[in-house]
């Protein structure tokens, strides 16, 4: 069964259209990390809205290795003693310090470490992604790829993740796995992604971020 998640749906929802690799065969759904880079470098620049007052910057982490030829991400699970998002399921990441974080992605590379163990010198940043806000707190979210080496040795701070776990891109992407649901109506429609996978259910900001990733990966 999927993770058990505190997903606030409203009491009317409507499904969204097919994810945009849904016609892709399996085959093209499996990606080594030299195909991920080369596409990679195809992205378009990051949408990065400008900071408001009492919105606080925060940074994410999408560390992305390779085993058996495929690209797996990593993702944490949060304690349920944390003050919000109590459960979910999220990447490496947290608030923008500026007294000790130079820049967003210092900030990201720093929270990797601290949360999983994983050493910043272990990672090469390859691309950041549409800067998006998120809805039930006021944060900026920037995230980040990253591209390990090898397969990673990580320490999670059971102080900050319950669990930390790694996917294929390609499990992701198999069918039956992603939907999309339409919360609201007219201007205050919400687009849901999220992801059922064998044992974690994926939504929020973190499977927005995915949903997103995956598109830009998989286009013509």
């Given at each position: 069964?999927?993770?058990?998640?505190?997903?606030?749906?409203?009491?009317?929802?409507?499904?969204?259209?097919?994810?945009?690799?849904?016609?892709?065969?399996?085959?093209?759904?499996?990606?080594?990390?030299?195909?991920?880079?080369?596409?990679?470098?195809?992205?378009?620049?990051?949408?990065?809205?400008?900071?408001?007052?009492?919105?606080?910057?925060?940074?994410?982490?999408?560390?992305?290795?390779?085993?058996?030829?495929?690209?797996?991400?990593?993702?944490?699970?949060?304690?349920?003693?944390?003050?919000?998002?109590?459960?979910?399921?999220?990447?490496?990441?947290?608030?923008?310090?500026?007294?000790?974080?130079?820049?967003?992605?210092?900030?990201?590379?720093?929270?990797?470490?601290?949360?999983?163990?994983?050493?910043?010198?272990?990672?090469?940043?390859?691309?950041?992604?549409d800067t998006l806000s998120?809805?039930?707190?006021?944060?900026?979210?920037?995230?980040?790829?990253?591209?390990?080496?090898?397969?990673?040795?990580?320490?999670?701070?059971?102080?900050?993740?319950?669990?930390?776990?790694?996917?294929?891109?390609?499990?992701?992407?198999?069918?039956?796995?992603?939907?999309?649901?339409?919360?609201?109506?007219?201007?205050?429609?919400?687009?849901?992604?999220?992801?059922?996978?064998?044992d974690e259910t994926v939504?929020?900001?973190?499977?927005?971020?995915?949903?997103?990733?995956?598109?830009?990966?998989?286009?013509?």
């Amino acid at each position: 069964m999927p993770g058990a998640q505190r997903i606030p749906r409203p009491p009317t929802i409507r499904l969204g259209g097919p994810a945009p690799w849904s016609e892709l065969p399996p085959e093209s759904r499996r990606f080594p990390v030299a195909e991920v880079r080369r596409r990679i470098a195809a992205f378009p620049e990051p949408e990065r809205p400008p900071q408001v007052a009492d919105v606080q910057a925060a940074a994410v982490l999408m560390p992305l290795f390779e085993a058996s030829g495929e690209t797996r991400v990593i993702l944490t699970r949060r304690p349920e003693t944390m003050p919000s998002h109590r459960g979910d399921v999220a990447f490496p990441g947290g608030k923008f310090h500026p007294e000790f974080d130079p820049t967003l992605r210092e900030a990201a590379l720093r929270e990797c470490e601290e949360e999983i163990g994983l050493p910043r010198s272990a990672i090469e940043i390859v691309a950041e992604l549409d800067t998006l806000s998120t809805v039930t707190s006021r944060f900026l979210v920037a995230p980040f790829v990253g591209v390990l080496d090898a397969v990673p040795e990580l320490r999670p701070d059971p102080r900050e993740v319950e669990r930390v776990f790694d996917v294929a891109l390609s499990e992701l992407m198999a069918d039956g796995v992603h939907r999309e649901e339409h919360w609201g109506t007219g201007v205050l429609t919400r687009d849901v992604h999220i992801f059922e996978l064998e044992d974690e259910t994926v939504w929020g900001l973190t499977a927005r971020i995915l949903s997103g990733f995956l598109t830009l990966l998989t286009r013509d």
